[in-house]
């Protein structure tokens, strides 16, 4: 709490090792978190996000939506620009 983040939503695209921000369903708190793998699907090329803290072990799976394994371009509110 605190800290200032600067977020471009505007970003088609995220890939590995970008932090961005992202929205579970049903919980009010933004969380702010680098990919760590993106996943593409053959079927219809949806493109999916899985998300790692970086002081945490495991990947954020266990704070996804119950049943939810990857994160979708939706729940994406943006990503960090500027260091």
Known sequence: RG??????N?????????????????????IVHRILKVHQSREDGEVELLTKGDNNRVDDRGLYAPGQLWLRREDISGKAVGT
Do not use: C, Q, Y
């Open 10 to 30: 505007a970003i088609d695209e995220v890939g590995v090792g970008d932090v961005v921000v992202f929205k579970i369903k049903d919980r009010d708190i933004p």
């Open 3 to 8: 800290d200032i983040l600067f977020l471009n």
